[in-house]
Protein backbone atom coordinates (compact mmCIF):
# COMPACT_ATOMS: atom_id res chain seq x y z
CA UNK A 1 0.00 0.00 0.00
CA UNK A 2 1.30 3.38 -0.86
CA UNK A 3 2.66 5.81 1.84
CA UNK A 4 0.35 9.26 1.70
CA UNK A 5 2.33 11.89 0.65
CA UNK A 6 4.25 14.38 2.50
CA UNK A 7 1.69 17.34 3.35
CA UNK A 8 4.22 20.59 2.92
CA UNK A 9 4.14 23.79 3.69
CA UNK A 10 6.64 26.64 1.51
CA UNK A 11 7.89 29.34 3.71
CA UNK A 12 9.40 32.29 1.74
CA UNK A 13 6.86 32.80 -1.71
CA UNK A 14 9.98 34.56 -3.51
CA UNK A 15 11.55 33.73 -6.57
CA UNK A 16 13.13 30.44 -4.74
CA UNK A 17 10.09 29.73 -2.82
CA UNK A 18 7.82 29.39 -6.08
CA UNK A 19 11.02 27.11 -7.95
CA UNK A 20 10.80 25.33 -4.99
CA UNK A 21 6.76 25.02 -4.83
CA UNK A 22 6.31 24.39 -8.46
CA UNK A 23 8.54 21.31 -7.61
CA UNK A 24 6.59 20.24 -4.88
CA UNK A 25 3.35 19.91 -7.33
CA UNK A 26 4.94 18.37 -9.59
CA UNK A 27 6.43 15.38 -7.38
CA UNK A 28 4.35 12.34 -6.69
CA UNK A 29 5.00 11.94 -3.05
CA UNK A 30 4.64 15.15 -1.89
CA UNK A 31 1.38 17.74 -1.43
CA UNK A 32 1.36 21.25 -1.37
CA UNK A 33 -0.97 22.78 0.81
CA UNK A 34 -0.34 25.94 1.95
CA UNK A 35 2.15 28.76 1.20
CA UNK A 36 3.63 31.47 3.99
CA UNK A 37 5.08 34.58 3.39
CA UNK A 38 5.32 37.34 6.37
CA UNK A 39 5.64 40.33 3.45
CA UNK A 40 2.33 39.04 1.65
CA UNK A 41 -1.11 40.47 2.32
CA UNK A 42 -2.29 36.52 2.43
CA UNK A 43 -5.34 35.32 -0.20
CA UNK A 44 -3.25 32.50 -2.62
CA UNK A 45 -0.16 31.77 -5.02
CA UNK A 46 -0.98 30.22 -8.30
CA UNK A 47 1.45 27.07 -8.69
CA UNK A 48 1.36 25.44 -11.34
CA UNK A 49 -2.25 26.19 -12.40
CA UNK A 50 -3.50 25.53 -8.86
CA UNK A 51 -4.42 28.27 -6.57
CA UNK A 52 -2.38 27.72 -3.22
CA UNK A 53 -3.70 29.32 0.37
CA UNK A 54 -1.06 32.02 1.43
CA UNK A 55 -1.22 33.06 4.80
CA UNK A 56 1.15 35.70 6.37
CA UNK A 57 0.26 34.49 9.90
CA UNK A 58 2.62 31.48 11.54
CA UNK A 59 -1.25 30.53 13.14
CA UNK A 60 -1.59 29.17 9.40
CA UNK A 61 1.04 25.68 10.21
CA UNK A 62 -1.69 24.97 12.87
CA UNK A 63 -4.51 25.52 11.26
CA UNK A 64 -3.00 23.38 7.85
CA UNK A 65 -1.31 21.03 9.62
CA UNK A 66 1.46 20.20 7.35
CA UNK A 67 4.25 17.84 7.85
CA UNK A 68 6.92 19.61 6.78
CA UNK A 69 7.95 23.23 6.60
CA UNK A 70 10.42 24.52 3.81
CA UNK A 71 11.99 27.90 4.41
CA UNK A 72 13.51 29.64 2.38
CA UNK A 73 12.49 33.70 3.44
CA UNK A 74 14.69 35.80 5.55
CA UNK A 75 16.66 35.28 9.23
CA UNK A 76 14.39 37.61 11.02
CA UNK A 77 11.01 35.44 9.67
CA UNK A 78 12.79 32.30 10.40
CA UNK A 79 13.48 33.20 14.14
CA UNK A 80 9.77 33.48 14.60
CA UNK A 81 8.73 30.47 12.25
CA UNK A 82 11.03 27.43 13.66
CA UNK A 83 9.66 27.83 17.53
CA UNK A 84 5.74 28.20 15.71
CA UNK A 85 6.78 25.13 13.59
CA UNK A 86 8.13 22.99 16.52
CA UNK A 87 5.28 23.98 18.69
CA UNK A 88 3.05 22.97 15.83
CA UNK A 89 4.70 19.54 15.44
CA UNK A 90 5.73 20.14 12.06
CA UNK A 91 9.49 19.09 10.60
CA UNK A 92 11.28 22.17 9.65
CA UNK A 93 13.34 22.23 6.32
CA UNK A 94 15.63 25.38 6.83
CA UNK A 95 17.78 27.34 3.65
CA UNK A 96 17.12 30.35 4.35
CA UNK A 97 20.71 32.17 4.95
CA UNK A 98 22.34 34.68 7.44
CA UNK A 99 21.06 32.38 10.60
CA UNK A 100 23.55 32.76 13.70
CA UNK A 101 25.22 30.17 15.78
CA UNK A 102 22.82 30.89 18.28
CA UNK A 103 19.41 30.55 15.91
CA UNK A 104 20.56 27.11 14.74
CA UNK A 105 22.10 26.17 18.37
CA UNK A 106 18.33 26.96 19.41
CA UNK A 107 16.60 25.27 16.74
CA UNK A 108 18.47 22.14 17.54
CA UNK A 109 17.66 22.05 20.34
CA UNK A 110 13.77 22.85 20.30
CA UNK A 111 13.67 19.74 17.18
CA UNK A 112 15.39 17.44 19.36
CA UNK A 113 13.24 17.98 22.70
CA UNK A 114 10.18 17.70 20.84
CA UNK A 115 11.58 14.54 19.04
CA UNK A 116 10.79 16.17 15.05
CA UNK A 117 13.14 15.45 12.85
CA UNK A 118 14.61 18.28 10.56
CA UNK A 119 17.62 19.88 8.17
CA UNK A 120 19.33 23.09 8.19
CA UNK A 121 21.83 23.59 5.83
CA UNK A 122 23.69 26.33 4.77
CA UNK A 123 23.78 25.66 0.72
CA UNK A 124 21.58 22.76 -0.65
CA UNK A 125 23.25 22.58 -4.14
CA UNK A 126 25.32 19.09 -4.08
CA UNK A 127 28.17 20.27 -5.71
CA UNK A 128 28.81 23.22 -3.38
CA UNK A 129 28.17 20.44 -0.59
CA UNK A 130 31.31 18.38 -2.27
CA UNK A 131 33.12 21.65 -2.36
CA UNK A 132 33.29 21.98 1.09
CA UNK A 133 33.79 18.09 2.16
CA UNK A 134 36.84 18.34 -0.38
CA UNK A 135 37.60 22.00 1.41
CA UNK A 136 37.96 20.00 4.39
CA UNK A 137 40.18 17.52 3.02
CA UNK A 138 43.10 20.16 1.83
CA UNK A 139 42.79 22.04 4.43
CA UNK A 140 45.11 20.43 7.32
CA UNK A 141 47.76 20.27 4.32
CA UNK A 142 47.70 24.09 3.18
CA UNK A 143 48.69 26.72 5.65
CA UNK A 144 46.83 29.18 3.65
CA UNK A 145 43.60 30.01 1.85
CA UNK A 146 41.12 32.55 0.65
CA UNK A 147 37.45 32.40 -0.16
CA UNK A 148 35.68 34.28 -3.05
CA UNK A 149 31.61 34.26 -3.08
CA UNK A 150 29.96 35.49 -5.59
CA UNK A 151 25.98 36.16 -5.78
CA UNK A 152 23.41 38.47 -7.41
CA UNK A 153 23.06 41.76 -6.79
CA UNK A 154 19.47 41.18 -4.48
CA UNK A 155 21.38 38.85 -1.51
CA UNK A 156 21.04 40.72 1.69
CA UNK A 157 23.89 39.11 3.83
CA UNK A 158 27.51 39.03 3.71
CA UNK A 159 29.76 37.10 3.06
CA UNK A 160 27.28 34.16 2.06
CA UNK A 161 26.54 31.36 4.67
CA UNK A 162 28.05 28.76 2.66
CA UNK A 163 31.21 30.82 3.17
CA UNK A 164 31.21 31.41 6.69
CA UNK A 165 30.36 27.70 6.98
CA UNK A 166 32.87 26.82 4.27
CA UNK A 167 35.75 28.90 6.65
CA UNK A 168 34.20 27.27 9.92
CA UNK A 169 34.65 23.76 8.56
CA UNK A 170 38.16 24.28 7.73
CA UNK A 171 39.07 25.99 10.63
CA UNK A 172 37.92 22.79 12.68
CA UNK A 173 39.84 20.21 10.71
CA UNK A 174 42.95 21.60 10.93
CA UNK A 175 42.34 22.67 14.17
CA UNK A 176 44.23 25.70 14.04
CA UNK A 177 43.72 29.25 12.33
CA UNK A 178 45.12 29.66 8.81
CA UNK A 179 48.11 31.76 7.88
CA UNK A 180 46.87 35.42 7.22
CA UNK A 181 48.88 38.03 4.71
CA UNK A 182 48.06 41.38 6.67
CA UNK A 183 48.51 44.29 4.63
CA UNK A 184 50.98 47.08 5.64
CA UNK A 185 49.43 49.57 4.47
CA UNK A 186 45.36 50.15 2.69
CA UNK A 187 45.50 52.30 0.08
CA UNK A 188 41.49 53.25 0.11
CA UNK A 189 41.58 54.86 3.48
CA UNK A 190 39.02 53.08 6.14
CA UNK A 191 38.61 49.73 4.14
CA UNK A 192 40.16 46.49 4.29
CA UNK A 193 40.43 44.93 0.48
CA UNK A 194 41.97 41.88 2.30
CA UNK A 195 38.41 41.39 2.91
CA UNK A 196 36.69 39.76 6.08
CA UNK A 197 38.61 37.14 8.26
CA UNK A 198 37.13 33.99 9.86
CA UNK A 199 40.09 31.64 11.28
CA UNK A 200 42.67 33.06 9.63
CA UNK A 201 40.74 32.80 6.26
CA UNK A 202 39.85 35.36 3.82
CA UNK A 203 36.68 35.90 2.72
CA UNK A 204 36.01 38.23 0.14
CA UNK A 205 32.06 38.89 -1.08
CA UNK A 206 31.35 40.16 -4.76
CA UNK A 207 27.34 40.88 -5.57
CA UNK A 208 26.61 41.41 -9.43
CA UNK A 209 23.55 41.28 -11.78
CA UNK A 210 24.23 38.16 -13.50
CA UNK A 211 24.99 36.01 -11.01
CA UNK A 212 23.43 32.99 -8.89
CA UNK A 213 26.06 31.80 -6.45
CA UNK A 214 29.49 30.63 -7.19
CA UNK A 215 32.40 30.05 -4.52
CA UNK A 216 36.43 29.72 -5.17
CA UNK A 217 38.37 28.56 -2.60
CA UNK A 218 42.09 28.87 -3.10
CA UNK A 219 44.80 27.63 -1.01
CA UNK A 220 48.15 28.35 -1.12
CA UNK A 221 51.74 26.51 0.12
CA UNK A 222 55.23 26.39 -1.31
CA UNK A 223 55.19 27.16 -5.34
CA UNK A 224 51.57 25.79 -6.02
CA UNK A 225 48.08 26.99 -5.17
CA UNK A 226 44.82 24.45 -5.24
CA UNK A 227 41.66 25.99 -6.58
CA UNK A 228 38.03 24.26 -5.96
CA UNK A 229 34.84 26.11 -7.45
CA UNK A 230 31.28 25.37 -7.55
CA UNK A 231 29.02 27.43 -9.77
CA UNK A 232 25.67 27.22 -9.12
CA UNK A 233 23.95 28.31 -13.01
CA UNK A 234 20.25 28.57 -12.20
CA UNK A 235 18.46 27.93 -8.68
CA UNK A 236 17.37 25.19 -10.47
CA UNK A 237 20.69 23.48 -9.01
CA UNK A 238 19.37 23.54 -5.06
CA UNK A 239 16.02 21.76 -5.95
CA UNK A 240 17.02 18.07 -5.92
CA UNK A 241 18.84 18.42 -2.76
CA UNK A 242 15.84 20.11 -0.91
CA UNK A 243 13.22 17.90 -2.07
CA UNK A 244 15.85 14.62 -0.77
CA UNK A 245 15.38 16.69 2.97
CA UNK A 246 11.74 16.99 2.61
CA UNK A 247 11.39 13.59 2.29
CA UNK A 248 13.61 12.68 4.93
CA UNK A 249 12.87 15.02 7.22
CA UNK A 250 9.35 12.39 8.80
CA UNK A 251 11.93 9.54 9.25
CA UNK A 252 14.41 11.94 11.51
CA UNK A 253 13.82 12.21 15.27
CA UNK A 254 16.45 14.93 15.71
CA UNK A 255 17.90 18.06 13.67
CA UNK A 256 20.29 17.46 10.93
CA UNK A 257 22.96 20.37 10.34
CA UNK A 258 23.96 20.36 7.54
CA UNK A 259 23.52 18.66 3.89
CA UNK A 260 26.99 16.86 4.16
CA UNK A 261 25.39 14.55 7.11
CA UNK A 262 22.15 13.99 5.38
CA UNK A 263 24.47 12.88 2.61
CA UNK A 264 26.67 10.59 4.72
CA UNK A 265 29.72 12.67 3.95
CA UNK A 266 30.04 13.54 7.93
CA UNK A 267 28.61 11.18 10.48
CA UNK A 268 29.40 13.32 13.31
Avoid: C, Y
Amino acid sequence: MARPAIRVVMSGAGNMGRQIMAAIESADDLELIGALDGLSSGGSVEVAGRQIPLSNSLDALADWSPDVVVDFSNAEWSVQLIPAAVEAGVRPVIGTSGLSDEVIADAERRVNVAGLGGVVAANFALGAVLMMHLANIAAPLFDSVEIIEQHHDGKVDAPSGTAVATAQSMRAARDSDFSRNEAQRQNVEGHDSRGAELGGASLHSVRLPGLVAHQVIIFGGADETLTIRHDSMSRASFIPEILRAVRAAPELDHLVIGLDRLLGLRTD
